[in-house]
């Protein structure tokens, strides 16, 4: 039995990721094109009618660029909360009634062998949602577009054997940056993004609960850099004593195409 995922593109530019457990695959959102998304797919020999469906974080265009386009042509089932499917009904136009699953964040479900447990998330969205995956006895989160470090979604992905997590700015590139101080606000705030630092903190609180395996995702490409966000997170795991490399991987998914493939035995 495998239990396997890869961000294919994450980034402020584009989200997706392939999780696979046996027979099972899904995708965790698509944002981006769907010929982009095509060719990671064919890259790692995975048939895009042999996909189980696509799970939906929430509403924004990095998230579900390609959602409606990839449902309609390989009637992939859709899952996503009532609120999501509600912000996002005018932006996947055409996906089949047969193919639209909605769920409400901490409600269990499953897709083919592969438990999903969708939990809350403090980000600008109607009702945005992380996922943790379970399977075999193992756990694989998803946990991007975090606002701030918060209590519960930190408890819902506690005990992953492997996570992928946002990283998304330097503050200091943040506020040197271009962009315009409504938008930068937004990024700072309760609901917008999780600083590197925020991060490490919060690999901090969940290494003790098994985590060995960490993906940093969702970078800005504008207001942050990939060394910046894994100095931070190395800095955090080693100060409780974990050897990187050894006792837990690290590694930046890149925004641009796919990232390593993790096995989680």
Not at 20 to 30: K, S
Not at 223 to 246: D, F, I, K, Q, T
Request: with cysteine.
């Amino acid at each position: 039995m495998e239990f396997t995922f890869c961000p294919l593109f994450s980034g402020s530019s584009g989200n997706c990721l392939l999780a696979c457990a046996d027979d099972t695959r899904v995708l965790v959102d698509a944002g981006v094109s769907v010929r982009a998304v095509l060719g990671e797919l064919a890259a790692l020999g995975v048939a895009p009618d042999a996909l189980s469906g696509i799970l939906v974080t929430h509403e924004h265009s990095d998230h579900i660029r390609s959602v409606g386009a990839l449902s309609r042509r390989f009637n992939l089932p859709v899952y996503a909360s009532e609120g999501t499917w509600q912000a996002m009904e005018d932006k996947v136009q055409g996906v089949a009634l047969r193919n639209r699953r909605a769920f409400c964040a901490g409600q269990d479900f499953f897709v083919g062998g592969l438990g999903v447990q969708p939990f809350s998330i403090p980000h600008d969205a109607a009702d945005p949602v992380g996922f943790c995956l379970h399977y075999a006895g193992r756990k694989v989160a998803v946990a991007t577009d975090l606002g701030c470090l918060q209590a519960g979604w930190l408890q819902a992905v506690s005990g992953a054997h492997a996570l992928l997590i946002e990283s998304n700015h330097d503050p200091d590139m943040l506020a040197r940056g271009p962009y315009p101080a409504a938008l930068k606000r937004r990024i700072r705030g309760r609901r917008g993004h999780l600083a590197n630092e925020e991060c490490a903190r919060a690999l901090e609180q969940l290494l003790p609960t098994g985590l060995r395996g960490v993906m940093l995702g969702h970078l800005s490409g504008e207001n942050n850099l990939p060394e910046l966000a894994y100095e931070a997170a190395h800095r955090a795991l080693s100060a409780l004593g974990a050897r990187v490399g050894e006792d837990v991987s690290l590694e930046v998914a890149r925004r641009d195409r796919r990232s390593s493939l993790l096995t989680v035995a």
